[in-house]
């Protein structure tokens, strides 16, 4: 970066750039990104997709731990994207740690535009606590989840007996646990929405089954009965499991994304303070937010000069399209900040 040495870099990073600062940065970027209309043709915007990938730190460091599911030592990145492809949310969190505990958190998301109210994720993005919980608040978990068969379906009541699924149960629910239980989890709810605690830090407490901790209980009963309901529609629906499977493929690809344009030292987050790490996953959130933000204006900006040399542009050819791109992106060479340089209002309308 001409003008511009790595300690003035490091310096503005340590003293101006916080957590908070980087969220409002993300936020701007996806409400301008919100405004083009060719992301609306991949998705309307109220699904989204929570997925972690690996990163590599240092080995001869007290916070990097090894990942049997990934291999290697590092942290993971958690993502939620969005069906219109750019992320909401991020976070770093060590390896070893429930990822459903945090998927939940984007509904904190309020300065952003996009707001979903249904959830895509993979088997590690669920348990029964957190199908609670999302109830609760309004949204819809829609996990993909493996290895069905070794799950518990439950009955509503034991009495009842079905004519071709009974041998899926083996399980009855406790409605009277959840009766009991009801009021003290609508206050968690309400204190969620409220903004005066984290999804995260709520799911963290119950996640355990001390016998003194009767409220876990209660949502692992309300969870049961939301989980079953979605199982059944899940092994019974073809389309609802496309609809899932396309959404967690979108942040999959978000992962590949991301990481190709972490190319600096050699993809090694060398940090070694936790907020620090925090901290890079943003800044690598917020340049792919702007790259993808920047795709999208190119691409509206080629597809109108096609309809005006007489190309029919039509609503399947853009529902096919997609902003990964990385084959215009020079992600090597000088960069020149040039903050007086005018830059042209962009067009964010697409008449088809």
């Not at 999208?296 to 096919?320: C, D, F, H, N, Y």
Request: charged residues 20%; contains cysteine; positive net charge.
């Amino acid at each position: 970066m001409k003008g511009i040495s790595r300690k003035q870099v490091a310096w503005l990073n340590l003293k101006y750039v916080t957590e908070e600062r980087l969220d409002k940065a993300i936020a701007k970027v996806i409400n301008a990104y919100n405004q083009f209309a060719l992301p609306k043709y991949w998705g309307s915007g109220k699904s989204a997709s929570a997925d972690g990938t690996k990163w590599n730190l240092y080995e001869q460091n007290l916070i990097t731990e090894y990942h049997i599911r990934y291999g290697g030592y590092g942290g993971i990145g958690y993502y939620h994207v969005s069906d219109q492809y750019i992320a909401l949310f991020s976070r770093f969190i060590p390896c070893g740690v429930y990822e459903a505990l945090y998927i939940l958190d984007v509904i904190q998301n309020s300065d952003v535009d996009i707001q979903p109210d249904t959830l895509h994720g993979d088997t590690q993005s669920q348990s029964t606590p957190v199908f609670a919980l999302a109830f609760l608040l309004g949204i819809q978990l829609m996990p993909r989840i493996r290895g069905i068969k070794k799950l518990t379906f439950f009955k509503a009541d034991a009495r009842r007996q079905t004519q071709h699924i009974e041998a899926l149960f083996s399980g009855t629910i406790d409605w009277e646990l959840i009766e009991r239980h009801l009021p003290d989890m609508f206050r968690i709810a309400l204190s969620i929405k409220a903004g005066r605690i984290a999804p995260s830090t709520i799911l963290r407490r119950l996640g355990t089954q001390s016998r003194k901790n009767k409220v876990y209980f209660a949502f692992r009963e309300l969870g049961r009965v939301i989980r079953t309901i979605y199982l059944l529609r899940y092994i019974n629906d073809v389309e609802l499991r496309k609809v899932v499977h396309a959404a967690t493929n979108k942040g999959e690809q978000f992962n590949n994304f991301v990481k190709w344009l972490f190319f600096g030292n050699d993809g090694i987050i060398a940090e070694n303070i936790r907020f620090e790490q925090n901290k890079i996953i943003k800044y690598n959130q917020l340049v792919a937010n702007m790259a993808i933000l920047h795709n999208v204006a190119s691409m509206t900006r080629v597809l109108k000069q096609l309809q005006a040399e007489g190309w029919e542009i039509t609503p399947q050819i853009l529902e096919g399209l997609g902003p990964y791109w990385t084959s215009q992106i020079n992600r090597f060479g000088d960069y020149l900040l040039d903050i007086k340089r005018k830059v042209k209002p962009p067009d964010y309308d697409l008449s088809i």
